[in-house]
């Protein structure tokens, strides 16, 4: 008996290891391996995928996601939550044509107006985000609760500045951020990379980085470690709200009218999403900013995929809610 005993130890403690490195190298190499099987799939089977307009189609749709997601993925790392980022991005789309489509600017200045629009549009949004973290830091308000506030009132905002209309634009020079292609690449595809490229940065080679990293991991012992923990918190509020803005404007500048009811509805579902796939912990204390970039990409392919295949936008939707529960489980197995 005891021999028996011996020999099944032994073989448990290898299936658990087996288990536990299958795990995690899912864990770590999971999305980018089914966003290849996807593309194969696509490259394989989905007509016109191969084409350049597939390729720009889905790069320009899915980079205002990314860029606010890089933000919702260090306000997830801190172990918080920034529901008010579609608010922000209507807030910020519809504050710019205010700006440079008042008549205090001479007509030969027009770069001046679109530039001061677009300053100010993303300056009011990263000052959103600042309260934000004024009420998590100063009123001691839970992440979800504080941003709820803006989600709820951030687009009643916006509504008021266009008193509950649209506003039609047609401003070349400020609508380059949507369809301006240098060197023959969407501009905005280019704000998506420099967007991610700049957060891995900050988090692999700054102080800033491992700040973000330590309060989400535990907010009380980085308190005692010296961390400046309110600083670091208002600095990922503020970036995540900036990041909305210029969201907010591409948007805007894409459909040519800034319609506060809808710009950026559902985008703080989207970012949250494409960061619990990317495989970035929502409990805090860990920040994969290139797995998010993944996350989104993947999660924008599996709408095209099915949209090129005739499944209705419904399902779409239930399988996006399948990956975010998919992923979440699967960080779980792994805690």
């Not at 789309?93 to 489509?101: K, M």
């Not at 107006?113 to 985000?129: C, D, E, K, P, R």
């Amino acid at each position: 008996m005891a021999s028996t005993k011996a020999m099944i130890v032994p073989h448990v403690a290898r299936h658990r290891a087996r288990r536990d490195r299958w795990i995690n190298t899912w864990q770590r190499y999971g999305t980018l391996m089914a966003l290849t099987l996807l593309v194969a799939f696509n490259l394989a089977f989905t007509p016109g995928f191969r084409s350049t307009q597939a390729w720009s189609t889905n790069l320009t749709q899915v980079a205002p996601i990314v860029i606010v997601a890089t933000g919702m993925t260090l306000v997830i790392a801190t172990g918080g939550i920034d529901l008010s980022v579609g608010s922000l991005m209507a807030i910020a789309g519809t504050l710019a044509p205010l700006v440079f489509q008042a008549s205090i600017w001479p007509l030969n200045q027009q770069a001046v107006g679109t530039s001061m629009a677009i300053v100010i549009s993303v300056a009011a949004a990263g000052l959103f985000g600042w309260f934000n973290g004024w009420l998590i830091t100063s009123r001691h308000l839970q992440p979800i609760i504080a941003t709820l506030v803006l989600f709820i009132a951030g687009r009643g905002i916006a509504q008021a500045l266009t008193n509950g209309g649209h506003i039609e634009i047609n401003r070349p020079d400020f609508q380059y951020i949507a369809f301006g292609r240098p060197g023959g690449v969407p501009l905005q595809v280019i704000l998506m990379l420099v967007v991610s490229l700049s957060a891995i940065g900050v988090m692999k080679f700054t102080t800033m980085g491992r700040y973000i990293v330590a309060i989400g991991g535990s907010r009380s012992a980085s308190w005692l470690a010296g961390v400046p923990v309110t600083a670091a918190t208002w600095f990922v509020y503020i970036l995540s709200g900036s990041l909305a803005g210029i969201a907010g404007l591409i948007e805007v500048a894409i459909i040519s009218s800034a319609d506060p009811n809808f710009l950026g509805l559902n985008m703080e579902l989207d970012a949250i999403a494409a960061v619990a796939v990317g495989g970035t912990p929502l409990t805090g204390g860990r920040a994969m900013v290139f797995d998010t970039l993944l996350g989104a990409l993947f999660i924008q392919l599996i709408r095209y995929t099915l949209l090129s295949h005739g499944v209705p936008y419904a399902a779409a939707q239930i399988v996006n809610a399948a990956l975010i529960l998919a992923a979440v489980l699967l960080q779980r197995l792994g805690s």
